[in-house]
């Protein structure tokens, strides 16, 4: 980790072990400075993955994905996992055993859900149906906001990133305690006839798929009648198998894929999440596919948080430009950064870093681009 040397008006000073520079109005929970972490990998990635580590370790989970050669294999994401009779997959959902292998995260869930008034704080609120209309009558009550609605709002606590971030981390104090699991009847049974929405969020939706998948479809057989739309918030890791079914779900009910692409260097997105992003690029451009097949609501919406010093016009620059090769009509949040988990000694988004980044998306050729969670932008220079 870098060292604090000092206080000057408020702001740390910090060294970055790699370069010996010091780098200011960043905090140390990364390990390395941006251009050390981008240029000099090598050298950075034992700090970077030393963070990792420990922030893994006070919750007891797996520090690297498991590969235990006569292990059972999990093939839900990008990890890959190898799990013994007794040892913990990445995600900390299930065991090698049997018993857990084929139960945990398929036939039973830990999350827990509430039920979100429309118009919701949802990432995809300014172009879904919920928030406006779009896809009126097929996809949407109203041709507006559909006040009077609720989003069935599904919490997964697991997760098979571990970005040091992370604005929802508390489900890791949940994993400490012993688990609360929810059945496939249980949740259907939480849909009510004012349900318009049914959003699965987290953590992450990855690492219990086959069950959130498997619940989908069966809300849909019990409610026949209803308009259900089923949506994601996701880090996009999963296997292609199980992206085209979200994406089907998603396409014939009018909901919506939100993909949140963290980063566009592979070693930024390595020292800030803790693995790399090939996959969700690829999931991404397959997802991409579909767009064209019912424009609205889109199907596929992108988000990025910017995270100061880290995630920047630079990064957001590239990302913009990869989506706008592929369509540049699917939409983009930006959303501003809240010091949380492990970089909790960090400053929020400014003003100009999030009108910088605005600036770089649209210059990439994306026509429809916002910055979200503005109430938590700060005035900085």
Not at 4 to 24: K, T
Not at 100 to 106: A, E, P
Not at 308 to 335: H, K, M, W
Not at 360 to 373: C, F, P
Request: charged fraction near 20%; aromatic fraction near 8%; include cysteine.
């Amino acid at each position: 980790m870098g060292t604090d040397i000092g206080i000057e008006s408020g702001v740390s000073h910090l060294v970055c072990p790699v370069c010996g520079n010091h780098f200011r109005e960043l905090g140390k929970g990364v390990g390395a400075c941006p251009d050390c972490i981008r240029h000099r990998w090598s050298q950075s990635r034992i700090h970077c993955e030393a963070v990792h580590h420990e922030s893994r370790r006070v919750f007891q989970l797996p520090l690297i994905p498991p590969r235990t050669l006569s292990g059972t294999e999990c093939n839900i994401c990008l990890h890959h996992c190898s799990t013994g009779m007794t040892e913990q997959g990445y995600c900390g959902v299930r065991h090698g055993h049997p018993d857990s292998f084929h139960v945990d995260g398929h036939l039973r869930a830990r999350l827990s859900y509430y039920y979100d008034p429309i118009p919701t704080n949802c990432v995809a609120d300014w172009v879904c149906a919920a928030g406006t209309g779009s896809g009126f009558p097929r996809y949407a009550h109203d041709p507006g906001t559909e006040v009077g609605f609720f989003n069935l709002a599904v919490y997964y606590e697991a997760c098979n990133f571990n970005c040091l971030f992370c604005q929802n981390w508390s489900f890791r104090k949940t994993q400490l305690a012993l688990p609360s699991w929810c059945t496939l009847d249980t949740l259907v049974a939480a849909v009510s006839p004012k349900t318009s929405c049914v959003c699965y969020f987290g953590g992450d939706p990855t690492p219990q798929l086959p069950y959130a998948l498997a619940v989908s479809e069966k809300m849909l057989r019990e409610h026949p009648d209803q308009l259900l739309r089923i949506c994601w918030e996701t880090n996009g890791s999963m296997h292609p198998e199980l992206l085209r079914h979200m994406a089907r779900l998603s396409f014939d009910t009018g909901g919506c894929i939100k993909v949140d692409i963290k980063a566009w260097s592979p070693h930024i997105h390595r020292a800030i999440c803790g693995c790399d992003n090939r996959v969700v690029l690829e999931n991404f451009a397959t997802l991409a596919r579909w767009t064209p097949l019912r424009p609205e609501p889109p199907l596929l919406v992108a988000s990025t948080l910017m995270v100061p010093g880290y995630v920047e016009a630079e990064e957001i620059s590239q990302i913009a430009s990869f989506i706008a090769r592929l369509n540049p009509e699917i939409p983009y949040t930006l959303l501003a950064f809240a010091p949380e988990f492990c970089l909790e000694d960090f400053p929020t988004t400014s003003c100009r870093q999030a009108e910088e980044c605005l600036d770089a998306a649209r210059k990439a050729g994306l026509r429809r681009v916002r910055v979200g969670n503005q109430h938590l932008l700060e005035a900085r220079a």
